[in-house]
């Protein structure tokens, strides 16, 4: 997935320890009497070899220009693997921040860097867990259907999403009822009668054009009558342009208060992500799921997600079919990004 960002994070850092590198010898090589000064140099090394000695190689100061030159093509390498512009920034600054004026040995230059972007990154991610079915547990145990909430922008993969979820909770043994709460757009309660058909699960419904915090409680009503363990309820599209809908979204959370609100993002939104997750946090995010990991060869969506978020990603979805949807493993997603 992330490989590529790896690759090229390597090879930047390859590009600068080599160019340091260069800059050593040519600074031996102007020195006066450069011979003698190796043969004193090795003369002591050999010395300190013999007794057992770290033998001392050059240290060289990070300063600014050196570090925004090399931060600089990290950021872009970030850029061009989907991560959105202000979290790549983010990111360098704050590694630029940790290692500026530090005197380090030239051979460490790149392992520091590495290990500091790495650190930025993992910082983003370190968020309170989310667990579902803690969740519905939690809810079950006061006698009540737990209700999920889905929503995010237009053809995300909201619906889809809801369907894979609702088939990871029928396989854990868990009831499950859908509210078609996406009363706006065209087909979109056919849509979602075709997998409760698939999955064999009950759709509360009313017409279009309808009030969906209506249908919500309707669900949830049904769903406390016939002790049914889960609510998960699918939502129009919205694009963050949109205020009604916006406005709409931040009714159902104030009426039927979701137990857990996941916004489902895109995983190839690039920039857009960041712009998507701020308009939607203001109806409030519990956690993230991103759609169609298995078409975004880069992955960086993820760390911009978190970034402004600072909420979990839950899972990712990896293509069409219900068994398509992973735990999302951000031991993983490091490893990937910056290895150990
Ligand atoms: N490859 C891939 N396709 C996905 C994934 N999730 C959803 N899709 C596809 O994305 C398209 C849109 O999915 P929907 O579930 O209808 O999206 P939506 O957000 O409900 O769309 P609207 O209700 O119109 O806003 C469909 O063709 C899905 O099959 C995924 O993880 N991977
Ligand atoms: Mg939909």
Redesign the pocket.
């Known amino acids: 997935m992330l490989k590529r960002l790896k690759q090229r994070l390597e090879s930047i850092l390859k590009g600068v320890e080599e160019e340091l590198e260069e800059r050593e010898a040519e600074a031996l090589t102007t020195e006066e009497k450069p011979e003698k000064k190796e043969e004193e140099e090795g003369g002591k090394r050999e010395k300190a070899k013999k007794e057992g000695k770290r033998i001392p190689i050059l240290q060289i100061e990070l300063t600014e220009s050196l570090l925004d030159n090399v931060l600089w093509q990290i950021e872009l390498a970030m850029l061009e693997n989907n991560v959105a512009e202000e979290a790549a920034s983010h990111i360098c600054e704050s590694v630029k921040e940790k290692l500026a004026d530090r005197v380090v040995s030239r051979r460490d230059v790149g392992k520091l860097v590495k290990d500091a972007v790495r650190e930025e990154i993992e910082r983003l991610f370190e968020l309170q867990e989310i667990c579902i079915e803690d969740v519905i547990e939690k809810k079950k145990k006061e006698g009540k259907p737990a209700l999920i909430l889905f929503f995010?922008?237009?053809?995300?993969?909201?619906?889809?999403?809801m369907a894979k979820i609702a088939y990871m909770l029928l396989k854990k043994g868990y009831s499950v009822v859908f509210a078609a709460a996406?009363t706006f757009?065209a087909a979109?309660i056919e849509?979602l009668e075709e997998h409760a058909r698939n999955l064999n699960i009950k759709v509360i419904k009313h017409r279009y054009g309808s009030d969906p915090a209506a249908v919500i409680f309707d669900a949830m009503k049904y769903a406390e009558s016939k002790n049914i363990d889960v609510v998960l309820a699918?939502t129009?599209?919205r694009s963050h342009a949109d205020k009604n809908l916006l406005e709409e979204l931040k009714k159902i959370v104030r009426v039927n208060k979701p137990d857990l609100r996941i916004l489902?993002l895109e995983a190839i939104a690039g920039n857009d992500i960041i712009e998507q997750a701020r308009r939607f946090e203001e109806a409030g995010v519990d956690g993230v799921i991103l759609?169609?990991?298995?078409?975004d060869e880069k992955g960086g969506a993820a760390i911009s997600a978190v970034y402004v978020l600072q909420k979990p990603i839950l899972f990712?979805?990896?293509?069409?079919s219900y068994e398509?949807l992973e735990h999302f493993d951000k031991e993983k997603l490091l490893h990937e990004i910056v290895g150990r």
């Open positions: 995010g922008f237009n053809g995300a993969g909201k619906t889809t999403t996406d757009r979109s849509q699918d129009a599209g489902v759609t169609k990991w298995d078409v990712v979805g990896t293509g069409q398509d």
